[in-house]
């Protein structure tokens, strides 16, 4: 686990961790969940997509109802449900799994299990170590997803990304 010390202004005198650097953290997290979710919902989609040849066969109807399906899943279910769709080796299983725990942990009890933390810095930056441990077995479990679908992450080449909002 990195230094969140070092991370977010370690000075001299002391740590110097604002209550915005836990939130902003907590975002951050937030979203590797969510990319979490996507790629495994990716994976329901495409399974769906071949099992009622929806790229020959135009059904709009059946289309949208395996979106919302899909879409109305929360993190358990979409990983269950890929499972049961697309067996996976244990290992990845296995991160999932523990990917799941911390996503509950974060949404469900991460403030109540600091709770007084935030109000002192050095508390912030437990918080902020924490909230690091979270994102690294999440950021774990959806990189080991993906190289399950043939994309490894951590040899991506340099790209410019897109910058605009395109409506889903």
């Known amino acids: 686990m990195p230094d969140v010390k ?13 209550l915005s650097n836990v939130y902003a953290k907590f975002g951050e997290v937030a979203e ?10 990716n994976i329901l989609l495409s399974v769906s997509i071949a099992e009622h040849d929806l790229v020959n066969k135009r059904d709009l109807a ?4 395996i979106f919302s399906d899909v879409d109305k899943k929360t993190l358990g ?4 449900a890929a499972q049961a769709k697309v067996p996976a080796p244990e290992n990845l299983e296995e991160l999932l799994e523990h ?23 050095e508390g912030r930056a ?5 909230l690091q441990h979270i994102h690294d077995k999440i950021l774990n479990a959806y990189k080991a997803l993906m190289l399950f679908n043939g994309v490894d992450l951590d040899n991506v ?8 909002h395109l409506p889903l």
């Not at 590797?32 to 919902?41: I, N, P, S």
Request: proline share 3%; aromatic share 8%; glycine share 8%.
């Open 6 to 18: 070092g991370l977010y202004g370690l000075q001299n005198n002391g740590i110097m961790v604002s």
């Open 32 to 41: 590797a969940v969510q990319l979490l979710e996507t790629e495994l919902g």
């Open 62 to 65: 059946l289309a949208r109802k």
């Open 77 to 80: 279910q979409l990983i269950r």
């Open 99 to 121: 990917a799941l725990h911390e996503r509950n942990r974060l949404n469900h009890r991460f403030y109540r299990q600091h709770n007084f933390r935030r109000n002192t810095a």
């Open 126 to 130: 437990v918080m902020l170590q924490d």
């Open 157 to 164: 080449a340099p790209f410019d990304f897109p910058t605009g």
